[in-house]
């Protein structure tokens, strides 16, 4: 890769290698030979810039949850040479919580949590970077709740403070796939979101998600559910794919398939009727649900999926008080 150093064979080797070091070799100094300063890091809930935000952020999990470990699921590779390569990177953290912090006393709990981080790579650095992780699930493992954990934090903070995220360094093109199957997965999800849409077009009657919260529907009943339960009580008012990576490379690895989709839904807290009661009663509020998805296909069909929305964000938008 052009403008990487020649250990890294290919963006799926350097993204797996510089996230061991940084986290599983708890080198956390090497956050600066490999992200680059500033560099933008959009979350559900924030936005920053300074790569001593990125070290900052690192050190205060890894005090809360000192045994965290990174485990690769999965890259999904986009981007090129010129404008940049992005890896769509998904991981399963165990960890314990044993420390005190943002997420209350330690309550010694084991935790399984996922995350998506969308790295934006050139010349050997993460350059710009969003990341989604299931923060509900960690609030439900460690004995609370996504609503109750969303409270918490707008006390800390003081309420929602989300600012406008930069726009992505000069000369990336946000990579949209053309394949058939890519654009039919994203106008389906797209679909769903809009409260229409059939998910037995593009899933397997066997297919198995991973929703917020750790939780696991199977087949198209649980499924549609899933999606019904969120935007049906939040309603869509624009719906923007901002990434969508088709790999397929079965011949090389063996691998299904995959596919990733970042997107950015802008939403009012309305439930269509009073039985959507995900995010609560409603409140009017307008909710911003930033989304990576990544899915496994059989014979052009979602067999496995994988669904990093962070709820308490969204719970966040739903509680804060109106000015």
Avoid at 4 to 26: C, K, M, P, Q
Avoid at 48 to 53: A, E, L, Q, T
Avoid at 182 to 203: F, K, P
Avoid at 236 to 249: G, I
């Amino acid at each position: 890769m052009k403008g990487f150093d020649a250990e890294f064979s290919n963006l799926d080797h350097y993204i797996r290698v510089i996230t061991a070091r940084i986290w599983e070799g708890r080198r956390i100094d090497d956050i600066r030979l490999y992200y680059s300063d500033p560099c933008v890091v959009e979350t559900p809930m924030s936005v920053s810039s300074p790569v001593d935000d990125v070290i900052t952020g690192t050190r205060a999990t890894l005090a809360m949850f000192p045994d965290r470990r990174l485990l690769a699921e999965d890259v999904i590779q986009s981007g090129d040479d010129e404008g940049g390569f992005l890896s769509s990177h998904r991981i399963i953290s165990t960890m314990t919580h044993l420390g005190d912090g943002s997420f209350g006393p330690a309550s010694g709990a084991r935790v399984h949590a996922r995350t998506v981080a969308d790295c934006l790579c050139k010349d050997n650095r993460v350059i710009h970077e969003w990341l989604v992780r299931d923060q509900a699930a960690i609030a439900l493992q460690i004995g609370s709740t996504p609503q109750a954990l969303a409270q918490a934090w707008l006390n800390q903070r003081g309420g929602w403070h989300k600012p406008v995220a930069p726009p992505v360094p000069a000369g990336y093109v946000s990579h949209i796939s053309q394949h058939p199957l890519a654009q039919a997965y994203a106008g389906a999800i797209e679909a769903l979101a809009q409260g229409e849409g059939d998910v037995a077009a593009i899933y397997d009657e066997a297919a198995q998600q991973i929703s917020p919260g750790e939780h696991t529907s199977y087949g198209h009943d649980e499924i549609a559910g899933f999606w019904h339960s969120v935007f049906g009580a939040l309603r869509v008012q624009q719906f923007t794919v901002e990434h969508l990576a088709w790999q397929q490379d079965q011949a090389q690895s063996g691998r299904s398939d995959r596919l990733s989709l970042r997107f950015r839904a802008k939403t009012v807290h309305s439930p269509r009727d009073s039985s959507l009661l995900r995010y609560g009663k409603e409140s009017g509020r307008e909710v911003e649900v930033m989304g990576i998805v990544h899915a496994e296909l059989v014979q052009g069909r979602v067999l496995r999926e994988w669904v990093l929305i962070d709820d308490v964000a969204l719970w966040m938008q739903v509680l804060v008080p109106q000015a």
